[in-house]
């Protein structure tokens, strides 16, 4: 088995030992909100392919890509050297003039995104791209209200975490008004337990419908959803339903927004998660692999409707960083190594290798209750008993309650893969790079801490 990464040496860079990198993070920076409260698991020094090292030497099988983010891999020579071919030439230019990365990497957008879609407005990250569409989506059509997803996530900022469904929306207050909630084609547990294809949520229609008449079409400017549900459970909507929510958006006028900061370019093995079910959204939405995360950008790209609104009006919109030309030239760089390292085509073929290995695995282990996703976005759901599906920890549980989720997590970490679960969800999401062995050698330390856990 080749793996790379012979010999483990931390980074030349990390002068501190990784006692003091852990305790001055911990005293001095204000971590994410997962994060607070606790130390770092480790000190990281640096990164390579599908591999990081702490800063004692030991590596790990990165099968998260930090945040579903690094899709490329840690320190992909080529995007590394686009970075500093652009700041060496210009660091930063702002939006009043024109600079040949940004427009280039909107070219380039347009001609992979299907349909109309062709025009891209950037950002500093995902949240920032999905509260601008919501806003473009109300000044076009002069209504004031967005219906969203109760599993989702869309970002962190005011308004993105109204949109959002999940409890850490809990502590945003009230939020931003205007945001109508529905429910999700989560076919593994429907909401009265029916089959899929009796349930009225997975087909689309039927409960959009209902929700609708009794909000008035006519208030709701825009649909969001994740494409491919990401951190809320993985789930993967069934043939069909996409089409429907994207009929009932044009019967009434209601943009759809699909928010593919997680799932958008390549994740699942198409350049856009809805691509595998033919439509096409009013307004696309990404941030993470559309430049690997090498330096920050999001981004909403969108279609005639919004084109043509654009052309005679102003849209009140922009970030001193947005479009920033670093990250701009790491995007351009990054659409075209997908195209010329053939990454999709390895997300698919690494995903059926994952897809197999993993269902393997469930036929020994009973506590694997789902296995479900697309390309290299995947999410295994545990669950106690087969027959009854009670998830092997509670939805919302923290502490002891989460334990048996994160001894796998922990477990995993031991042995040299990183991973992370939400809820009773394990998550496999690796860069889009990985290589057969390493699906591998991911695959036999999952048999172990599952088979642990079983
Ligand atoms: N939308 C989805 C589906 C996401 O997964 C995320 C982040 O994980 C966001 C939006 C927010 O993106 P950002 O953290 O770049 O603001």
Redesign the pocket.
């Known amino acids: 088995m080749t793996l790379i990464g012979e010999p483990a040496t931390a980074s030349s860079n990390s002068t501190w030992g990784t006692e003091r990198i852990i305790e001055s993070d911990m005293r001095y920076v204000i971590r994410s909100w997962s994060q607070q409260g606790k130390p770092a698991q480790a000190a990281i020094a640096r990164g390579e392919g599908s591999w990081f090292w702490d800063t004692d030497g030991k590596k790990y099988l990165d099968f998260q890509s930090q945040?579903?983010n690094m899709n490329l891999g840690h320190q992909h020579p080529r995007l590394v050297e686009a970075i500093v071919r652009q700041v060496r030439e210009m660091a930063y230019m702002g939006p009043g003039f024109a600079v040949q990365v940004r427009a280039e990497l909107g070219e380039l957008i347009a001609e992979i995104a299907p349909g109309d879609l062709s025009m891209s407005f950037f950002t500093t990250?995902?949240?920032?791209?999905?509260e601008n569409a919501v806003r473009l989506a109300q000044h076009v059509t002069g209504r004031p209200k967005v219906m969203a997803r109760y599993r989702?996530?869309?970002?962190?900022?005011a308004g993105?975490l109204s949109l959002t469904g999940d409890p850490r929306h809990h502590h945003n207050g009230p939020g931003v008004p205007g945001v109508v909630r529905f429910h999700d084609p989560y076919t593994y547990r429907t909401p009265s337990g029916q089959e899929p294809e009796n349930c009225p949520v997975c087909q689309g229609a039927p409960h959009l419908e209902e929700v609708l008449q009794y909000e008035d079409p006519n208030t709701i400017a825009a649909i969001i959803v994740?494409t491919v549900t990401?951190?809320n459970g993985l789930i993967v909507p069934p043939d069909g339903y996409l089409q429907s929510v994207r009929e009932v958006a044009d019967k009434y006028g209601i943009f759809l927004i699909t928010?593919?900061?997680?799932?958008g370019y390549g994740r699942t093995g198409e350049w856009f998660a809805f691509n595998h079910w033919g439509i096409v959204p009013d307004i696309v939405?990404s941030?993470?692999g559309l430049n690997s995360g090498y330096v920050?950008l999001?981004a909403m790209t969108v279609g005639d409707r919004a084109r043509q609104w654009l052309n005679q009006n102003k849209f009140w919109g922009g970030q001193t960083y947005a479009g920033h030309p670093l990250a701009c030239a790491s995007a351009l760089e990054s659409l075209k190594i997908m195209q010329d390292e053939h990454i999709l085509e390895n997300v698919r073929t690494q995903g059926a290798r994952l897809d197999a290995g993993l269902r393997k695995l469930a036929e020994r282990y009973q506590i694997m209750g789902d296995v479900r996703g697309k390309g290299l976005f995947y999410g295994v759901e545990f669950v106690t008993d087969r027959a009854t599906r009670e998830p092997l920890v509670p939805f919302g549980a923290a502490g002891a309650a989460a334990a048996p989720m994160q001894r796998m997590v922990a477990e995993a970490w031991e042995k040299g893969l990183y991973l992370s679960a939400n809820n009773n969800v394990l998550r496999l999401t690796p860069p889009l790079i990985i290589t057969e062995d390493e699906i591998d050698f991911a695959l036999e330390i999952l048999d172990d801490v599952i088979g642990a856990a079983n």
């Open positions: 945040l579903v990250g995902g949240a920032e791209a999905n989702s996530y869309h970002g962190a900022t993105a994740e990401g951190t928010d593919e900061v997680m799932a939405t941030a993470k920050p999001g």
